[in-house]
């Protein structure tokens, strides 16, 4: 079976993001490519994450082909396609419906940098205009938010992306933007929250690099 490892990590991620609430049902979906092969591992269209095994899970061409595996490959399969061939430091995505993340994308909201996590996703998270799910016109306009520097966007009246160099840093970019999401949602209630310079957002992206051991 080609692609054995992404599959099984495809399928291990699926369950994980439903078990932390990040999508419900069949709603969202993942993918890991292989830039020496050429390949991509992503979930299939329609399939409950529970239900699904590392054969369920479709390998295709840079380009979308399929290669193998008997399902659809995700509605969003132009998306991850478009996103892995502009970006070469990219190696797994993620899109989910998680709630704060979806509210803002509803509301059309860019995520603001008032909070330091911000500068592990590229500073202010963009959101995109509404364009029909599985559509080129919204794989194209989300890559072109995402430019080279964000590893997240929200995707008008949808959900969140998020990307990585490996599946860990995408998912883990999908949850901190979660988190953003919600901290920003309940700072506008509140009346604002204020925005992070960009000397403080630079700081803390430098902290980063030698952030080792759990944050405060």
Same mark, same amino acid.
């Given at each position: 079976?080609?692609? !054995?490892? &992404? ?22 979906? $993942?993918?890991? @490519? ?7 591992? $992503? ?13 369920? $899970? ?9 290669? &193998? ?11 991850? @396609?478009?996103? %892995? #061939?502009s ?17 803002l994308a509803? +509301?059309r909201?860019? $995520? ?9 996703c590229?500073g202010?998270?963009? @959101?995109?205009? %509404? ?7 919204? *794989? =194209? ?6 430019? !080279? &520097?964000?590893?997240? @966007? ?14 860990? !840093?995408? %998912?883990? *970019? ?14 506008? +209630? ?7 310079? =960009?000397? &403080?957002? =630079?700081?803390?992206?430098?902290r980063? #690099?030698? %952030? ?5």
């Amino acid at each position: 079976m080609l692609m !054995q490892e &992404e599959r099984e990590l495809v399928v291990e991620y699926g369950r994980k993001m439903s078990t932390d609430r990040l999508s419900t049902g069949t709603s969202g979906n $993942i993918s890991v @490519c292989n830039a020496e092969k050429g390949l991509m591992a $992503i979930s299939p269209s329609g399939m409950d994450y529970f239900r699904m095994e590392p054969a369920d $899970i479709v390998v295709v061409t840079a380009g979308g082909e399929r290669v &193998e595996g008997e399902h659809r490959p995700s509605t969003e399969l132009d998306l991850h @396609c478009l996103l %892995y #061939r502009s970006r070469p430091d990219v190696g797994a995505v993620v899109h989910t419906h998680s709630a704060f993340a979806t509210v803002l994308a509803c +509301l059309r909201w860019d $995520i603001e940098p008032i909070h330091y996590l911000a500068a592990g996703c590229g500073g202010r998270v963009p @959101c995109i205009p %509404y364009l029909p799910f599985g559509s080129k016109e919204l *794989a =194209q306009a989300a890559v072109q938010a995402m430019g !080279q &520097e964000h590893q997240a @966007c929200l995707l008008g009246g949808h959900g969140l992306l998020a990307a990585g160099r490996d599946l860990e !840093q995408a %998912y883990s *970019a999908a949850q901190q933007t979660e988190f953003l999401a919600q901290i920003y949602y309940y700072a506008r +209630l509140a009346g604002g929250g204020v925005t992070l310079t =960009q000397a &403080e957002l =630079q700081d803390a992206k430098e902290r980063f #690099r030698t %952030y080792r051991s759990g944050a405060d």
